[in-house]
Structures are given as structure tokens and as C-alpha cells.
């Protein structure tokens, strides 16, 4: 049996969390596993599960005070969700394979990108 990547353990993590319908964990509890598992973990867990929604194992919905319910959508424990929010109402953000859903260093790219443009555009026009 080979060792788990951190991707893996984040997934089986979320799955076990989700099948006895307990809290989604934050970020820095998920890096905290991480690192005792001696995985690799930077800043902090969000980034892995940003990356399980993209390639479509997971569903993230983000309520009120960052309240996260994952949906597992893949895996031994398809279909599992983690914890309801407390108060009612939908999501503010959705987070999955087709939301398109940026992270800031997504979005700071993409500025750096059209400030970059707009110098290269603006630089014929100053006399």
C-alpha cells in the first residue's frame, strides 16, 4: 500500500467529517492534520479543498460567518454532506468543478495580467 498524497488525505478526511455529519473543518485544522501526517501543507488547508472542488470531487457552499458545507462527490462516501448551517438560507458562494470560482492569487494574477495590457496599450498614446 502506498502512502496517501496530500490531495487523498484531504478528500478521505472530508469524507469521514461528512459521514458522521460533523463540521467542515477549517482551513488551519486541515493543515494541522496535514502536517501531522508529515503532508505537505502551505499557508493553509483552503487550498486543497479549493482544489477538490475544481476537479470535481467536492462541492463547497459558503454561508453566513464562513460557515462551509461540503458535498462529496466522489469516493467511498459519495453523496455525504458535512454539517448544515445554522441559520437558513442559501449560499454566497458555490465552489466547484463548474463555478469558476476564483482564488485571490487568481484574481491577483488576472489584474497583474490586464494592468500589464493596459500599460503595453497606453504606452504609444503618452507623448
Keep these: 500500500m502506498t502512502a496517501p498524497n496530500a490531495a487523498d488525505f484531504v478528500l478521505d478526511l472530508l469524507g469521514t467529517i461528512a459521514a ?3 463540521r467542515c473543518p477549517t482551513g488551519e485544522e486541515i493543515r494541522d492534520r496535514l502536517t501531522v ?27 453566513g460567518k464562513n460557515w462551509r458545507v461540503i ?5 467511498p462516501h459519495i453523496g455525504k454532506k458535512t454539517k448544515a448551517a445554522p441559520r437558513a ?39
Aim: proline share 4%.
Design 20 to 22: 458522521a455529519g460533523d
Design 37 to 63: 501526517a508529515g503532508l505537505p501543507c502551505t499557508n493553509s488547508g483552503t487550498a486543497w479543498t479549493t482544489w477538490l472542488a475544481r476537479a470535481g470531487h467536492i462541492r463547497i457552499e459558503v454561508f
Design 89 to 127: 438560507g442559501a449560499p454566497y458562494v458555490v465552489i466547484d468543478a463548474l463555478s469558476g470560482f476564483d482564488t485571490p492569487l487568481d484574481k491577483a494574477r488576472r489584474q497583474r495580467e490586464a494592468n500589464a495590457a493596459f500599460d503595453r496599450a497606453m504606452q504609444g498614446r503618452i507623448a
Design 71 to 75: 458535498t462529496i462527490l466522489t469516493g
